[in-house]
């Protein structure tokens, strides 16, 4: 059974930084796409990072680039991502998603099959 287990969410103050993991249990895929999304109340959930083996470097929204970085430990079937200089419009619940399957776009939530729990992230001060 596939299983995305989400950690290391909470509140920051603005210009604070967090760290997310993401650990994968389950299956070792060879072709793969995993990433990070977010959504807030009342506004469309966004792709915010992702890895794919399709893809030769990580994606990120313009939203969140040069302030955020997305990584993987394949030893510990882990990614994280790690977000500096958070804003209060960062605030959201990040989840996890992983398709079994390498895919050039890979910040399109409906391409996703399995999803994290998610964990909430609440900039504020």
């Known amino acids: 059974q596939v299983q995305l287990v989400e950690s290391g969410g909470g509140s920051v103050r603005p210009g604070g930084s967090l760290r997310l993991s993401c650990r994968l249990s389950?299956?070792?895929?060879?072709?793969?796409?995993i990433g990070w999304f977010r959504q807030a109340p009342g506004i469309e959930r966004e792709g915010v990072s992702c890895?794919?083996?399709?893809?030769?470097?990580?994606y990120y929204a313009d939203s969140v680039r040069g302030r955020f970085t997305i990584s993987e430990d394949k030893t510990k079937k882990t990614v994280y991502l790690q977000m500096n200089s958070l804003k209060p419009e960062d605030t959201a619940v990040y989840s996890c998603a992983l398709v079994i399957s390498g895919l050039s776009q890979c910040h399109t939530a409906s391409a996703m099959n399995y999803w994290g729990q998610g964990t909430q992230v609440t900039v504020a001060s």
């Open positions: 890895i794919s083996t399709a893809r030769d470097s990580p």
């Open positions: 389950g299956v070792t895929p060879y072709y793969y796409t």
